[in-house]
């Protein structure tokens, strides 16, 4: 007695409430996940303002996406609900059909095999649209995390390169003109400086014919450790 409107809707709003759900659980493991990445550039920089912030808009588009991507994944069951007539609907499901696989053929191989190995062999064979989807969803999801992952070992080893073997000063003395190589015997011996490195960098323009570069070409002391 139930109409077919009334069977769309439901589904729909079930679709539409495990999509929203799903959308703020990743809108708050993103929101964790920013913040952790603050904390990690808090470590080697001072920025003002660095602060966790909620991007409205983004978060109500991942939201809008989620929930349409849950109502598009109910499509195939709810088309394969409708098209079923109530008395058949109350029926047990028919069993599904089963068939030998290619692995059966080698017997040895096969009576090897557990009973439970068996079963999920026959049951990817026998559903190979459902093992496609399972095998692409989780390579996906399983390259999502390793992004994830590598992303931040990925700034992890920028800033060592950069603050530990590239530029391992403490600080930094910035002149506006050149001057003699003794500035920086100088400086070494100004109290708790522990030693002290002059380098030289000269401006510069590369130019080949319309296209130009602005660079700087930096001038190091034999055995430099700075």
């Not at 913040?35 to 983004?58: K, N, S, T």
């Amino acid at each position: 007695g139930v109409g077919r409107a009334t069977v769309v809707s439901y589904y729909c709003l079930f679709a539409a409430v495990v999509g929203a759900i799903s959308g703020l659980v990743g809108v708050a493991l993103g929101a964790w996940l920013q913040g952790l990445m603050l904390a990690l550039y808090r470590q080697f920089y001072a920025v003002p303002g660095m602060l966790v912030h909620g991007y409205i808009d983004l978060i109500a588009l991942g939201l809008v996406l989620a929930v349409a991507f849950a109502l598009a994944g109910s499509l195939g069951a709810l088309r394969e609900i409708l098209r079923l007539q109530p008395a058949e609907a109350m029926r047990p499901p028919q069993p599904a059909s089963g068939r030998h696989v290619a692995l059966e053929r080698f017997a040895i191989l096969w009576r090897t095999l557990p009973g439970t190995s068996r079963m999920a062999i026959r049951s990817m064979v026998r559903n190979p649209y459902r093992c496609t989807v399972v095998v692409l969803t989780t390579a996906i999801s399983t390259a999502l995390v390793t992004c994830a992952l590598n992303m931040s070992d990925a700034v992890k080893t920028l800033l060592e390169h950069e603050f530990v073997l590239s530029a391992s000063q403490d600080h930094t003395v910035v002149l506006n003109r050149s001057v003699p190589l003794s500035a920086a015997n100088e400086v070494a011996s100004l109290p708790g400086v522990a030693f002290a490195e002059g380098h030289l960098n000269i401006p510069v323009q590369l130019t080949a014919g319309a296209a130009g570069l602005r660079l700087s070409i930096v001038g190091l002391p034999d055995e430099s450790r700075l």
